[in-house]
């Protein structure tokens, strides 16, 4: 698996709102058609501050991800590439374990 950090990988699109030895909270905001470049994180619950689509490219799989505002969820570690597929912005906060 990749080891790349988002925030220094996308320092557009993620910025760190909390971090301890626990847990790293990051903000996550894009626009329609704006993409990541191949990035990793650990076990991480995510929050969606917005409903958005999403296509998400893991292990040479790529998969279409629809997430409503407020419906959080369980991501297990992976390295993938994000695209915003839809027509709204992607707006959520992810709490990655340590």
Excluded at 3 to 9: A, I
Excluded at 44 to 64: A, K, Q, Y
Excluded at 70 to 88: D, F, K, L, S, Y
Aim: net charge negative; proline share 6%; charged share 25%.
């Amino acid at each position: 698996m990749c080891d790349s950090d988002p925030v220094t990988t996308d320092p557009g699109l993620y910025s760190v709102v909390f971090e301890n030895d626990r847990v790293r909270v990051l903000h996550y905001r894009d626009r329609p058609g704006d993409r990541t470049s191949l990035h990793s994180h650990p076990d991480m619950v995510i929050i969606p501050l917005s409903s958005f689509s999403r296509r998400l490219t893991v292990d040479g799989r790529t998969v279409e991800v629809e997430k409503t505002a407020h419906e959080a969820g369980w991501v297990p570690a992976q390295a993938h590439i994000g695209e915003n597929v839809g027509t709204t912005e992607s707006n959520a906060l992810f709490v990655e374990l340590k």
